[in-house]
């Protein structure tokens, strides 16, 4: 089966945003952008698929500014057969990246999408969910399991609480969590392997989709700090202060 | 506006989480809420009783009875034909739920809402909490998940709302209900908690994070949580966590136990509204946000307070 992986180019997780002055977002010029950690996760399960003889195919797709390249070639390395890049100089929505999905879906029938269960910069949770409603299919989202068996896959999920764990009809959508794999790193022979797989650079209107962005980032700010407070010497101190703040009787 | 609410139940009692949401809906309109599931009678009856709802809708059925987004995404499309807002909160059953719905209605989801600002107008955590967005929307249709943290709970009772079956729209036959392994626990849920005691990597093994956190907590009548770093040391068990990738809790008190203070911990806990932190390392950011602070080695500090309160 062929396994088709979305994956974004964010703000590198290690690195702390820093709102811009004129509050219109967060500043993104001049530090480490890398993939989307849950991503890595996505294209790390994917492999892990092919070596078990399950997926046949790995594609990923990156949907953004022509640096989503990079990104691109990044998951190519760790072991991705080829990659689809849709140019886009505006941010797209997750409703518009579900509708280009369904889109790539319709022409690449894969019988698995692995998606991250959100990314880390705009953190709205939705593309995998959004993309399982526009093509009818199954979704077992937060997976921290992800076992085939047969004409369905079986997906354990991190729900509050505990794990639940959902059988779904093939083809689906799965988005994963932080504990499914360790993703691996791309070796040296790897990476430059991966410079001479197949790119496709594609645009939205081939696709024939409307990505007009429907919400509008009024202004960015930051959150209220919080104050440090004090520093007690003792636990008897503390029992003390916790009283005085009504903690404890 | 009319506005519609998903309550997030066990089947037979409504989820803590709702009651945020429904605040947040009132901001917006009339509430209605819907109620999906099972044999859920009692779920109804609670809930026509939230302060504030004007109806209940009922859609009690089989294939409602584990929260398949498949099965529960279509009834609440159908629902939606004639109300203006989607409203769950930003659990792992509303985050699952809302966007297959958002998609259906062709509407872009406003996730994790901190405050109702206008019709359609609000604020919303970017960058895991490290930036505050307002946004407005251009859909003539709302889809918000709500963060529970950020709203007052609407009052359980005082309600006398209607309650209206509603037509099962049937099971798509896409996915089903394997199993579940929900970790039972005396204690209150860290989610809702008033307070909380968090352990980190600093108490070494799992049986000295039970050893240590587990009497405070029960001393306190807390709920347990613990850093990312902890459960993936294998001390604590993943629902413990509390972090950006974890839960996102502000309770009354939060006591941190050997917990550094990472970036994607505080984001989990920084609206607590005391936050209490026992560490050695006396430069730990932790103490940056922390109201009280004690540094001190917590093998002998926490027993120690244990045994004074």
Partial sequence: MKVLVPVKRVLDYNVKPRVKADGTGVDLANVKMSMNPFDEIAVEEAIRLKEKGVATEIVVVSIGEEKAKDTLRTALAMGADRAIHVVSDTKVEPLGVAKLLKAIADEEQPGLVILGKQAIDDDNNQTGQMLAALTGWAQGTFASKVEVQGDKVHVTREVDGGLETVALALPAIVTTDLRLNEPRYASLPNIMKAKSKPLAARTAAEYGVDVTPRLTNVKVEEPAKRQAGVKVADTDELVAKLKTLGVVA | ?309
């Fill in chain 2, 1 to 309: 506006m009319k506005t519609l609410v998903w309550v997030e139940h066990d089947g037979s009692a409504i989820k803590d989480a709702t009651y945020p949401a429904v605040t947040a809906a009132a901001k917006l309109g009339d509430v209605e809420l819907l109620v999906a599931g099972a044999g859920v009678d009692a779920v109804a009856q609670a809930a026509a009783g939230i302060d504030g709802v004007t109806k209940v809708l009922v859609a009690d059925d089989a294939a409602y009875a584990n929260n398949l987004a498949e099965n529960v995404a279509p009834l609440v499309v159908e629902l939606m034909a004639e109300r203006d807002a989607f409203v769950a909160a930003a659990t792992t059953t509303g985050k699952n739920i809302a966007p297959r719905v958002a998609a259906l209605l062709d509407v872009m989801q406003i996730s994790e809402i901190l405050s109702v600002e206008g019709p359609n107008s609000f604020t919303r955590p970017i960058y895991a909490g490290n930036a505050i967005a307002t946004v407005t929307t251009s859909d003539t249709k709302l889809v918000l998940t709500v963060r529970g943290t950020a709203f007052d709970r609407a009052a359980a009772t005082g309600g006398s709302a209607t309650i209206e079956a509603v037509a099962a729209t049937g099971d798509k036959g896409l996915s089903s209900f394997v199993g579940s392994e929900i970790a039972g626990s005396e204690r209150p849920e860290l989610t809702s908690a008033k307070i909380i005691v968090s352990g980190g990597r600093a108490l070494g093994s799992e049986e000295q994070f039970h050893a240590l956190i587990d009497p405070l907590a029960d001393k306190l009548g807390a709920a347990v949580g613990a850093s990312r770093a902890a459960v993936d040391a294998g001390y604590a068990p993943n629902d413990y966590q509390v972090g950006q990738t974890g839960k996102i809790v502000a309770p009354e008190v939060y006591i941190a136990v050997g917990i550094s203070g990472a970036i994607q911990h505080l984001a989990g806990m920084k609206d607590s509204k005391v936050i209490v932190a026992i560490n050695k390392d006396e430069d730990a950011p932790i103490f940056q946000v922390a109201d009280v602070g004690l540094v001190g080695d917590l093998f002998n500090l926490v027993p120690e307070l244990t045994a004074k309160l």
